[in-house]
């Protein structure tokens, strides 16, 4: 069996949930390649203890550069604040490493242009992290919108809610500054979660009206004083894009100030001969329109249907670790070409499709109109 060695950069929150996905590698059933993690970076030592007790870690260092001269490592992940996207991206590229980088692929349009044009030019395999769509869930909902049964597409609502901002005490971090985060705001935190599906359907917006919001605009800054917050904590971008030559609303929400919400992500499709929604905050629940004399929404009680079959058994529920290792595993099987039409991670060209949009919806909020989103890109670009 081929072993693929795995280094990460990046070793707090989303560095771990990594680890966790490769140590359970084996609960993939027949999957024909085995994942191993290697070596581990993190600039703060401390991080770095919590992956002594993973057995086959071989490396743990505070220098990147190290573990990018490794030979041994043949794929990175790295989970960085997005203005070290594009150095760190880049450095990864040129050392001979394919990479499964963090949204939003760079700080701003111009940086994810590089970065997909750098893995093009050395012949990289490149992906964007996003997990959701590979929850049970949303595989259902590409399924029924791919089955023709909805019609003609009416509608399309997707967005991605978070409410731990509410708490007003809670200290500044690197999202909360654009310096580290963008102009972007939280489009580029949580934009690419929203877009994944939509892009990967063909849905590509071509205007945007957008709504954005700076609700909290300063926040303890963990010394006695505060600290000013200058990204959008809220985005909602109306957009527009064309489906049998007709202009199809398209509503993408993205918030950090979500009342009543923890890290709830949904879809709603509404089409002539029916509709299908999906959202994270009842992780079971499919939701399929039926239309007809009365108008019915029928629920239906999802069990593990991944795309990739594991040891779990279908009657059981799905939560984001196995979404995640999901994810990880459509890197390694596009990456080896045995995907076989599954759904697969976001490429780079769908990474630049939406910095393409939310540079434009930086430019719809300032001058409060409605921008085309390719003749606005092209000037940029």
């Known amino acids: 069996m081929k072993t693929i060695n795995i280094g990460i950069i990046g070793g707090g929150l989303m560095g771990k949930e990594a680890a966790s996905a490769f140590g359970r590698w084996f609960v993939l059933n027949d999957f024909p390649v085995k994942v191993v993690l290697k070596a581990v970076c993190d600039l703060h030592e401390p991080a770095l203890d919590w992956y002594r007790q993973i057995p086959g870690v071989d490396m743990l260092t505070t220098n990147y550069k190290e573990l990018l001269a490794n030979k041994d490592i043949d794929v990175v992940y790295i989970a960085v604040p997005h203005n070290l996207h594009k150095e760190y991206y880049l450095e990864i590229l040129r050392a001979g490493k394919d990479l499964l980088g963090e949204k939003p692929f760079g700080i701003d349009l111009e940086s994810a242009i590089a970065i997909q044009q750098e893995g093009e030019r050395l012949g ?112 909602r971008l109306n957009t527009t894009l064309t489906l049998d030559d007709e202009a199809i609303p398209m509503t993408l929400d993205m918030k950090r100030l979500a009342p009543g919400e923890t890290n709830t992500w949904f879809i709603e499709v509404l089409g002539t001969t029916g509709g299908v929604k999906y959202s994270t905050k009842d992780t079971k629940a499919l939701w399929t329109y039926i239309p007809g004399k009365e108008q019915v929404w029928q629920r239906t009680d999802l069990g593990f249907g991944v795309p990739f079959p594991t040891i779990t058994g279908g009657i059981f529920e799905a939560g984001f670790p196995d979404c995640f290792m999901q994810m990880f595993a459509a890197y390694v099987a596009e990456r080896e070409g045995f995907l076989n039409g599954r759904f697969g991670c976001v490429t780079p060209e769908e990474a630049v499709q939406s910095h393409e949009v939310f540079a434009a919806a930086l430019e719809s909020h300032a001058t409060r109109s409605i921008v085309d989103i390719k003749e606005y890109a092209e000037e940029v670009i």
């Open 124 to 235: 990289r395999f490149v992906r964007c992290s996003s997990e959701m769509p590979f929850l049970p869930g949303p595989q259902r909902v590409i399924t029924e919108i791919n089955s023709g049964k909805l019609g003609k597409i009416i509608e399309i609502n997707a967005g991605f809610l978070h409410s731990s901002d509410m708490d007003f005490q809670k200290p500044i971090n690197w999202k909360r500054q654009s310096k580290f985060c963008g102009e972007i705001g939280v489009m580029g935190d949580l934009g690419m979660h929203v877009m994944h599906v939509p892009l990967r359907l063909g849905w590509k917006p071509e205007r945007v009206y957008a709504q954005l919001q700076k609700i909290v605009t300063e926040r303890p800054d963990g010394k006695g004083g505060f600290a000013v917050c200058d990204t959008w904590n809220n985005a």
